[in-house]
């Protein structure tokens, strides 16, 4: 294409500045605040859509950069939702007592978990009175005392038949401290062993016989006795338990009334009811002391775990986890230590942020969630099994461990809301084959808004909502153009505002201190201007070293004359938030050779992909436009001089050809010119970010050697738009002391930095030989000549 001689840009050009017309107010306290976000439309219908619709998996992904404000926006966007939404129910965890390591849960409406853990333990502080009372009462000592008369009673006739048995055959049955014992009598008398010797053998033998005998009997007698003492105890016990089953029916009735709308609640009274009938001595006072306390911990069977109280809760719960660990999500089940060993019980069961946001909205860190070990896991087994299961974490890893519990597990029924950027959003969605149905929507914000007619009023109106939310001084509306001002430079495009609010409320408050410290009723652009210098001066000892490198020429950069093979690139530094532009030395040979041109920072393994492929490129511009019909002669090298970190991207891609045509066509190019730019395969040049801060790091060292009136900057004419240049540099730039650039095709830039022609090809595709295409085509001509020479050469015979 033919090329035209470059024309700087006019002054006008370099800054798409806010028109104060545009801004019809005196101060941000007039204006009415944004009760809704400023261009974040799409991110509220899709949060909208996935809190509306009660299906599973429908849960939200909330995905953009750090600051842009996605958990403002989405805790108030929840919290609005949840305003009209129900109060979920409180779970508490209860005894079961045919399984006491398998607690049960239950779900009582808001309030009255509360309410029942404390009838709980109001029931058993009247059972330590109500039962030792019944057990003292006329009626039970009348009752148990007849049982005993009874089975004494039947001792007694048991013995006196024996007795009379024993006195008709001269014996004797006596009643010891051990038991009873048979004697020998003669004339109603016992007789002593002596005494029983001096008797004839004939007598002595028939009592013996008949000791023998009623011996047999008395055993006999004596083996009902255990048998009768065992129907006592448990006639005692039945006694027992119809004193405590009346006394506890007594009290149980008003609870039985109270909770008579809850059928599980009854079925747990119930079985409470069963179990302290059963172990009513629990509640007695032991021998000649003083009865149990309430908190005695062998009372913990009948206390209520109160999980989750909803009692105070005005909607559904809006949660945020901001530590969503395994036991922090799902619970945990906690062990006391006790005389060396661990132990624990169903009160020791604590819920965690599934439980709590049961009902409502959980908020989770995505990257958070996904450090912690089984966390994510965890989560998505619960929303997939709809239930909150509490597992220790040492059974998840398949240790042994000590004695636990296994809980019921909880319904769980939420919507959770992960928080992440768009580079774990795709990763998840690519290599996790449960993210994608249980996270079907997805709100992404908006990076920036379009700088339309109407939109900086909009703008304002936000600048004036966080200035109060804040409690700043009121913004001038010349302060409010200068934020507009700095918010389409933070958004890279001259057409575009920032709506990372994050910077910009930082950006606010720094503004309003230094208003303060000048006593100053409101904000004006000076003060603005104020807080972006500071910050800069902040951030800007990486930069400072930088350029004093390249004074000091320990970095070798030329601002001027004119060198073969080498030109001014430029690259855009990260340090921290703020991000400043330097140049770079982007140098090329060429010989002959069999096409290959080499990326040096490529074969030392510090280039990228991305900037690998650009060079390729620059090899397919040559083959295209010079080596069409001939092989292309050439063999090339390039190199970011002093570079010693990675390199990437194809910001340079531009540079490194104008380098490139330069080493071949030895044409000298002029240093006090750097480039930036992207290129195609057709030579047309790309646009690339950071050109303000690259426009801004050459001309501070343009500067700083003193302007000249030749010294520029050439970008591509596509990223003409999104100039918003330091004053400074559109002052020097008014002043026709630094220029601005704006190429479409590589042919521009070598006619700009060689000061010739590109040239027309004719139409058998030559260039002119006066032209910079027609130089470097005819070194390639040259070059292939020569390669068939030394081809020929090496061929013939010899």
């Not at 976000?37 to 949060?47: S, T, W, Y």
């Not at 108030?76 to 979920?88: C, F, I, N, R, S």
């Not at 020998?184 to 004939?202: H, R």
């Not at 030329?558 to 921290?576: E, S, W």
Request: with cysteine.
């Amino acid at each position: 294409m033919p090329a035209q001689q470059l024309a700087p840009l006019a002054t006008d050009r370099l800054t798409h500045p806010c028109t104060l017309d545009s801004l019809d107010f005196a101060s941000t306290a007039e204006l009415q605040l944004e009760d809704r976000p400023v261009g974040q439309e799409r991110v509220l219908q899709a949060i909208e859509f996935g809190t509306g619709i009660d299906r599973a998996g429908y849960n939200l992904y909330v995905m953009g950069s750090p600051g842009v404000g996605r958990h403002h926006l989405l805790t108030q966007a929840l919290a609005a939702h949840a305003a009209t939404g129900e109060v979920p129910a409180d779970w508490c965890y209860v005894a079961d007592f045919d399984h006491p390591d398998r607690p049960n849960a239950l779900a009582l409406p808001a309030g009255r978990g509360a309410e029942l853990q404390r009838d709980m333990r109001q029931l058993v502080e009247d059972l330590l009175s109500a039962l030792p009372a019944a057990f003292q009462s006329e009626e039970y000592r009348r009752r148990s005392q007849e049982l005993q008369d009874e089975f004494k009673q039947r001792e007694q006739d048991a013995a006196a038949k024996l007795g009379r048995q024993a006195e008709a055959r001269s014996i004797a049955l006596v009643s010891t401290p051990t038991g009873f014992s048979l004697m020998p009598m003669k004339d109603g008398e016992v007789l002593s062993p002596p005494q029983f010797e001096a008797l004839a053998e004939d007598q002595k033998a028939s009592l013996q016989q008949a000791l023998d005998e009623l011996k047999d009997q008395l055993r006999s007698a004596l083996g009902s006795i255990p048998l009768w003492k065992r129907e006592f105890r448990q006639r005692l016990r039945a006694l027992d338990a119809d004193v405590t089953q009346l006394t506890v029916g007594q009290l149980a009735v008003e609870l039985e009334h109270r909770y008579a709308d809850l059928p599980e609640v009854l079925e747990y009274l119930q079985s409470v009811l069963a179990d302290v009938v059963e172990h009513g001595a629990l509640f007695l006072p032991e021998d000649g002391g003083d009865g149990p306390a309430a908190d005695d911990p062998r009372f913990t069977r009948y206390r209520v775990n109160l999980l989750v109280n909803n009692g105070s809760g005005a909607g559904a719960p809006v949660v945020y986890e901001n530590n969503p660990s395994y036991q922090n999500l799902v619970g945990r089940i906690e062990h006391v230590a006790h005389m060396g060993t661990l132990s624990t019980d169903f009160t020791l069961i604590k819920p965690g942020a599934l439980h709590r946001a049961n009902g409502g909205y959980l908020v989770l860190d995505v990257e958070q969630l996904l450090l912690q070990p089984f966390a994510w896991s965890a989560l998505k087994r619960a929303l997939d099994g709809e239930e909150i299961r509490i597992e220790p974490t040492g059974r998840l890893l398949g240790l042994m461990e000590t004695v636990s519990l296994e809980p019921e597990p909880i319904p769980l029924h939420l919507k959770v809301a992960l928080v992440g950027d768009r580079e774990l959003y795709y990763l998840l969605k690519a290599h996790d084959a449960e993210f994608g149905p249980l996270f079907s929507v997805v709100a992404d914000f908006n990076e920036d808004m379009p700088r339309v007619e109407g939109q900086e009023m909009a703008y304002a109106r936000l600048i004036a909502t966080l200035q109060q939310r804040d409690q700043l001084r009121p913004f001038s509306r010349e302060g409010v153009a200068r934020m507009i001002d700095w918010s389409a430079r933070h958004a890279g495009q001259g057409d575009k505002l920032s709506l990372h609010l994050g910077s910009l409320s930082r950006l606010l408050q720094e503004a309003d201190y230094f208003a303060g410290t000048l006593d100053s009723a409101t904000v004006e652009a000076g003060h603005v201007q104020q807080a972006i210098d500071a910050q800069t001066e902040r951030t800007g000892q990486l930069r400072s070293r930088v350029q004093e490198a390249i004074l000091r020429d320990v970095l070798l950069i030329d601002t001027k004359g004119r060198q073969l093979g080498q030109v001014n690139g430029l690259v855009v530094v990260q340090a921290g938030d703020q991000a400043f532009g330097s140049p770079t030395r982007i140098s090329a040979t060429a010989r002959i050779g069999s096409g290959e041109v080499v990326d040096i920072e490529s074969e030392s393994e510090l280039g990228g992909a991305i900037h690998g492929k650009g060079v390729m490129i620059l090899s397919a511009y040559l083959a295209n436009r010079y080596a069409r019909h001939q092989p292309l002669s050439v063999s090339a090298s390039l190199v970011f001089e002093q570079s010693y970190g990675i390199v990437e991207g194809d910001s340079a891609s531009l540079g490194e050809l104008c380098a490139l045509l330069s080493a071949i066509g030895d044409l000298s190019l002029e240093q006090s010119l750097a480039v930036t730019g992207s290129v195609n395969q057709h030579g047309q040049v790309q646009a690339v970010g950071g050109v303000n801060e690259k426009i801004e790091g050459f001309f501070d060292i343009c500067r700083a050697r003193g302007l000249t009136g030749h010294q520029g900057v050439i970008i591509p004419a596509a990223n003409a738009r999104d100039l918003m240049l330091r004053e400074d540099v559109r002052l020097a730039a008014s002043r026709g002391r630094f220029h601005v650039y704006a190429a479409e095709h590589a042919d521009q830039v070598m006619s700009l930095l060689t000061g010739m022609p590109a040239g027309t090809p004719d139409a058998e595709g030559l260039y002119p030989q006066d032209s910079c295409n027609g130089r470097v085509q005819m070194r390639l001509f040259e070059w292939t000549a020569m390669r068939q020479q030394f081809a020929a050469g090496a061929s013939a015979p010899r």
